[in-house]
């Protein structure tokens, strides 16, 4: 018998407690690398770094089934559009973590072809610095990031009509 | 009788086995490809345009944020095309030219391991990403020992290097090669005779040696299809003439082959790299040239004059002299080429980048038509395609 | 250099007055060819024995604004069996066009994309000449120097 045999059989706590402790325990992060920035986000989730040791290795091909986006590497004019469709394609809740300079604020190349920053179109939970961020910074990055959700009160997010998501 | 039409099918910019933000749309009979259209550019961040703002010295950080995978091979081949430029080329000091060699080669196993990992892994083997990133740490941690950075080192410098390696990296990088042979064993007991590997890869892609010159294909695809080419032999920059080693070849040109030539490629890059430790010479690792290479770090903070030289080159730069070159190394794709035009001043021109990349991938439409979709993904694996340098 | 004095001769002997002149610039050499007949040289620069350039490792283009003609179309050429390089030139002014090389080697077929897409060279008698990496219906041409570095503001249209 495991570690429910110590517990008494009824425990309370807030719903949105219990909500926000599975939420941040389980984030499934879409596959989706744009440029150099990436590399390190497959290094994150590969041996050494081992992403999986904070709940985050489900890495969905399909936007609809994640529910955290890591835009890692520069977002060009060209790909913007589709950067923010592959957002809108992921069910509520969803968060994004902007990884690497050029995510964060577009980095060394302020050129005719390059979006200043993925804030400009997406809603940003947690900047990652770096020129590409290393491996630990993306867990640091995710750390904060179940810091957030665990602390999220329903109220936070409403739906598209102002209803409470529970 | 009822109309059958063809489906076009987009892939892409978001998909795992595109390595990046590369689109196809498709046209498919049933399974079988009858049209590609590929989209590029979704990474196209003006880096050539952006250079030219630039001074030579500056430049050299764009040129890492090209195919970030082989970093050090491109700050090789854009440094080797600026010392032609100034004509300095004979006067690097042989402790550089050696570690040159013996960091890229390092390089281009690290490069070749990341190749095999998401090669592997768009087919279905997964397990092989595991031990290949496992053995890629190694090196990234060889090379972070030297130059601080993971993927952007900016390390190789005009004139060689801006400082010497660490001690600890020669003890390290001994230690790496002699035990990195049986993991390349590893790989291979993973994958070479696997039957479902070989009924994925044998006999797909295949494109003749005629058609690679036709397409300019450069690199392991050339390679596999039958051509004993490597610039590092046919054309050697950095005393790669000196060095004993040999080039792996196939014979038919698919895409089993090209995985079995990057196999015999890094344990050939192991060779060259321990020759290079063997013979590793002491003295600078910088060129001492009061026009274009700023002094040792330890002058700077002691001397008034090293300090006033550090600045004006680091802040003006110097002046190319007037004309054009053309300077190219074997990277781990192909031949990554450097066109430099110069105007006199102390930025270039034009800066133009050959990429290997680019060129090697308007091969896909000829080795994919008449296959099945599920090839696509074989092939684009197999052509080892970086979209950070295709677009730019 | 000798093996430089033979490659223009020979180019000569085949093209006769298509040549324009030549350069050499630290051991690397650049043949000026006439823009109208540049298949003509291309193909005899592929084909002839003492030649047999039959690579096109790069074409790329430079723009010398302010000087008329505008434009340099530069061939990288790499020959298998002699193992040299050469490198031809041809001038084309703005809103000049020069016939596509896509027939002598398809490797020209992206490149030349490319340089219509971010220099507004046109190849006449392409196949396919779209622009490759910026969007269809993009307005103003990047790597031309007249283009600021910060782009034109525009709207991206998708297919």
New interface residues.
């Given amino acids: 018998m495991g570690v429910e045999a110590k517990l008494p059989p009824v425990l309370v706590t807030r719903l949105e407690k219990v909500v926000g402790w599975a939420r941040k325990n389980s984030i499934w992060p879409a596959t989706f690398g744009l440029a150099c920035c990436a590399l390190e986000m497959m290094a994150a989730s590969a041996s050494t770094y081992d992403i999986a040791r904070f709940g985050a290795e489900v890495f969905r091909p399909s936007p609809r089934q994640s529910d955290l986006m890591i835009v890692a590497g520069t977002v060009t ?2 790909m ?2 589709m950067v923010e469709r592959i957002y809108r394609q992921m069910p509520e809740p969803k968060w994004v973590i902007a990884y690497g300079a050029c995510a964060c604020s577009g980095g060394i190349f ?4 390059t979006v200043q920053g993925v804030d400009q179109f997406l809603p940003v939970d947690v900047y990652v610095p770096g020129c590409p961020p290393r491996p630990e910074q993306l867990l640091a990055a995710i750390i904060k990031l179940q810091d957030k959700i665990a602390n999220e009160k329903f109220s936070d997010r409403p739906d598209t009509e102002g209803r409470l998501i529970a | 009788m009822a109309e059958t039409r063809n489906m076009v099918v987009n892939m892409g910019p978001q998909h795992p086995a595109t390595h990046g933000v590369l689109r196809l749309v498709l046209e498919i009979d049933g399974e079988t490809v009858v049209g590609v259209v590929p989209h ?2 979704h990474l ?1 961040r ?1 880096l ?3 250079a030219e ?1 630039k001074t030579y010295h500056q430049a050299l950080t764009l040129t890492d944020r090209m195919d970030y995978v082989g970093a050090l091979l491109n700050n090789l081949g854009y440094t080797l095309a600026v010392e ?2 100034l ?1 300095i080329e004979d006067q690097i000091p042989a402790r550089a030219t050696v570690l040159r060699v013996c960091l890229c080669e390092l390089q281009r196993i690290a490069s070749h391991l990341l190749w095999l990992a998401s090669h592997a892994l768009d087919i279905g083997a997964m397990t092989v990403l595991f031990y290949t990133f496992r053995d890629r740490e190694t090196v990234m941690d060889l090379l972070e020992d030297v130059h601080g950075a993971r993927l952007t080192p900016s390390y190789i410098r005009v004139g060689g290097f801006p400082e010497d390696v660490p001690p600890v990296f020669f003890e390290k990088a001994r230690a790496f090669i002699k035990d990195f042979p049986s993991r390349i064993d590893e790989y291979e007991r993973l994958l070479t005779q696997n039957k479902i590997w070989k009924g994925r890869t044998e006999g797909i892609g295949i494109i003749s040696v005629d ?1 690679c ?4 294909l450069t690199g392991p695809v050339l390679r596999a299809a039958g ?1 004993k ?1 490597d610039l590092r032999k ?2 050697p920059y950095c005393g790669y003439e000196t060095y004993d080693f040999e080039i792996p070849t196939g014979t038919v040109g698919d895409v089993y082959e090209r995985y079995l030539v990057r196999l015999a490629e890094m344990r050939q890059s192991l060779r060259i790299a321990e020759q290079a430790l063997d013979r590793m010479p002491d003295g600078p690792v910088m060129l001492d040239d009061t026009r274009f290479t700023p002094p040792p770090k330890q002058d700077v903070y002691e001397h008034i004059e090293s300090l006033i030289r550090h600045f004006k080159l680091m802040s003006d730069g110097y002046k190319a002299p007037a ?4 300077m ?1 190394v074997e990277a781990s794709k192909g ?1 990554l ?1 450097y ?1 430099l ?1 110069s105007d006199g001043t102390e930025k270039p ?2 800066f ?1 980048v ?1 990429p290997p990349c ?2 090697n991938l ?1 091969a896909l439409e000829p080795m994919i038509l008449g296959r099945m979709v599920a090839d696509v993904i074989a092939v684009i694996g197999s052509l080892d395609i970086v979209l950070g340098e295709i ?2 | 250099m000798t093996d430089h004095a033979s490659i223009v001769d020979l180019l000569k002997g085949q093209v006769g007055d298509a040549v324009l002149g030549h350069q050499v ?2 051991r ?1 050499i ?1 043949v000026t060819v006439d823009p109208d007949r540049i298949v003509e040289v291309c193909t005899a620069c592929r084909d002839h024995e003492g030649l047999r350039f ?5 074409l ?1 283009a ?2 010398r604004l302010p000087a008329d003609p505008r434009f340099e179309v ?1 061939y ?1 050429l790499y020959s ?1 069996p002699h ?1 040299r ?1 050469l ?1 031809l030139k041809a001038s084309v002014p703005e809103n000049g066009t020069i016939a596509t090389v896509e027939g002598v ?3 020209a ?3 030349e994309r ?1 340089v219509y897409d ?1 220099f507004g060279v046109v190849f006449e008698g392409h196949p396919d000449l779209r ?5 269809d219906g993009y307005v103003g041409h ?2 031309r120097k007249d ?6 503001p525009q709207k ?1 249209q ?1 297919r």
């Fill in positions: 004019k060209k913007a559009g302020n050129t005719y072809n | 590029l550019g196209h003006g050539e345009k952006l703002t032609k430029l004509d058609e010159v036709q397409y300019a051509v080419w046919a054309q004309g054009d070159v053309y190219s031949e080429g066109y035009v021109w034009r133009r050959r680019f060129v308007q677009d730019r | 610039f630290r690397q650049s039959d690579m096109l490792t790069d790329t430079v723009d530069v990288n298998f193992n390089r490198r080697w398809k490797a077929n992206w490149l490319e971010l622009r490759i990496l910026l969007w990047p790597l283009f600021p570095l910060h782009g034109i991206v998708y």
